[in-house]
């Protein structure tokens, strides 16, 4: 029995393992040339550059951060100051499913 245990274990070493390629897309954030406010920017410099924002969400937490949404970017703010800018996400046409009528 411990001959036939130890020809299994050894043939089943040898094999080689197959896997499939799963290749997901990544679509790209964005456009790349889309202007965007710099970190410590102040919040009227961004306001005189960029115009209202679309959205103003409320300062949360302590330190006090806010984000201003634009169409194809959104702004954080610590305080009076951009701590972040971020280009929205861009779904790529290609990789909507088609919908049947």
Do not use: C
Request: proline content about 10%; aromatic content about 6%; cysteine-free.
């Amino acid at each position: 029995m411990r001959p036939l245990l130890l020809i299994l274990l050894i043939s089943s070493l040898n094999t080689s393992a197959h896997a499939d390629d799963i290749k997901i897309p990544v679509g790209q954030q964005g456009l790349a040339n889309v202007p965007l406010p710099s970190r410590g920017d102040a919040k009227i410099d961004v306001l005189d550059r960029f115009g209202l924002a679309d959205e103003e969400h409320p300062a949360i937490g302590q330190p006090p951060i806010t984000r201003w949404d634009y169409r194809d970017f959104s702004v954080y703010f610590e305080g009076n100051r951009v701590i972040d800018s971020v280009v929205h996400h861009q779904h790529s046409p290609s990789l909507q499913p088609e919908r049947q009528p």
